[in-house]
């Protein structure tokens, strides 16, 4: 192998499966960001109808909800879920369970203000018109408000996906082997024979997830102005 | 809960707070002159320059500060680059806050309408002149809300600096947990170390939203 290579540290990648378990890793933590982005989905769209009714105890219980996750760190909750709920409820989350929690439950927030947020960006003219051309309540909800409020939604929506893609990658922190960890493992257990190995295997960690993200961004983007 | 224990932590919480503020800020302030800089050399469409920040904006935007930090920290001494770890939190911080300042800026200063610079241009204005009096204000006001919600943002990544051995709030409470095992005691202390740093923040944050909102021109209301 050329001596560039060596010195910087990217051969480990070709000894044994040292790319595929990278891969793994990568993946381990997509998987968890996934389930967490459909259950924030779900649980948002319905949050954000909720939020835009004139209710003052959804009001108040939602502007709670929503402050705490705008001011707690993710790490903070991971700690909570994971450390506190084993101390003060006995029970015994496992790293992923927690994590997908702490991750819907923030997710969630985030989706629901963005639902909320279309949702009212509906200026009040639409439904009056739809009244007027003697559309039902459903009616107007399903040809007037829902196709203009998904072109808004969408966008912002996809968005939230590359925020909680990267977001997972703090599960290293409470003992999920991904692909930082993973990373340090193939460091460590090549100390000897590659010492550089540090900047070749977390730059390739560094593109992966930029990988991962970039097409999704510029998915969004594409769509925002297509939208505007 | 158990109030001696409170007592006995409270120190350390109290450095750990000030080690994260500190390095919080200093970030941020890195990253708001990264993102002035960036958005100018957007906006003017300086030439190579605004490849290479378009560049940076993308693959900072697109990778966690977790990985961004190992790679500064762990990855750049093997190739002669090293850093100390508090140098390093607020260089990571600050490049991927300034990604997130150098787009929320940009984002202002081209949304400011051409009908705007036309009628400052009809009135004789130099180009000099309609930049610092009709676009800059208008920009300003606009992003306000963007750049205080990156502040938030980039206030709530400071968690991850325990990753490489910066004694913050994270890596306090984690030491303790693992010490002393007063779970419920540490906990509730970083959540109220977090909440003194940020609340504040969060309701500047509001406070500032509702009074731009008086600031958007045209057919916007």
């Known amino acids: ?228 | 809960m158990d109030t001696g224990a409170l007592n006995s932590y409270l120190p350390l919480y109290v450095r750990a707070f000030f080690l994260t503020v500190r390095i919080g800020w200093t970030g941020i302030a890195l990253s708001l002159a990264i993102g002035i800089a960036g958005a100018f050399v957007l906006h003017f469409k300086v030439p190579v320059l605004s490849k290479v920040i378009k560049a940076y904006v993308e693959l900072f935007r697109n990778t966690p500060l977790l990985v961004q930090l190992f790679f500064i920290y762990f990855g750049l001494p093997k190739a002669g680059i090293a850093i100390p770890a508090e140098t390093c939190g607020i260089l990571g911080l600050g490049l991927l806050g300034g990604s997130y300042m150098t787009e929320s800026l940009r984002s202002g200063l081209d949304a400011v309408p051409v009908s705007q610079t036309e009628s400052a241009l009809a009135l004789g204005f130099t180009k000099r002149r309609i930049f610092m009096y009709v676009i800059l204000p208008q920009a300003v006001i606009s992003t306000m809300p963007a750049v205080m919600a990156n502040i938030i943002f980039l206030l709530k990544e400071t968690s991850v600096f325990s990753a490489i051995s910066l004694m913050d709030l994270m890596f306090t409470a984690k030491d303790l947990i693992g010490l002393y095992y007063d779970t419920t005691e540490c906990l509730f202390l970083l959540v109220v170390f977090y909440m003194i740093m940020l609340l504040p923040v969060s309701m500047l944050g509001s406070f500032v939203e509702k009074k731009v909102r008086f600031g958007i021109y045209g057919d916007q209301v």
């Open chain 1, 1 to 228: 192998m050329s001596p560039v290579i060596e010195s910087i540290g990217i051969d480990v990648l070709f000894k044994g499966n040292n790319m595929m378990r990278l891969l793994s890793g990568l993946m381990a933590a997509l998987k968890i960001s996934m389930i967490s982005v459909v259950l924030s989905i779900v649980i948002g769209l319905v949050l954000g109808m909720l939020m835009t009714l004139n209710k003052p105890a959804i009001k108040v219980v939602s502007r709670i909800y929503l402050e705490t996750v705008r001011i707690m760190p993710q790490m903070v909750l991971l700690f909570i879920v994971y450390f506190g709920a084993t101390k003060a409820m006995g029970l015994n989350l496992s790293a992923e369970t927690a994590s997908i929690i702490v991750f819907t439950f923030w997710g969630s927030a985030e989706m629901a203000d963005l639902v909320r947020g279309a949702l009212i960006s509906i200026p009040v003219i639409q439904y009056e018109s739809s009244y007027a051309l003697g559309m039902t309540g459903l009616q107007t909800y399903l040809y007037v408000i829902i196709p203009q409020t998904v072109r808004r939604l969408l966008p912002l929506a996809i968005n939230l996906i590359t925020r909680m893609i990267k977001t997972t990658s703090l599960v290293m922190m409470i003992g999920i082997v991904e692909v930082l960890k993973v990373g340090q493992q193939i460091i460590e257990a090549n100390r000897k024979s590659s010492p550089n190995a540090a900047f070749g295997v977390f730059a390739t960690v560094f593109l992966l997830y930029f990988i991962a993200c970039w097409p999704i961004s510029l998915l969004s983007r594409y769509l925002e102005k297509k939208a505007a």
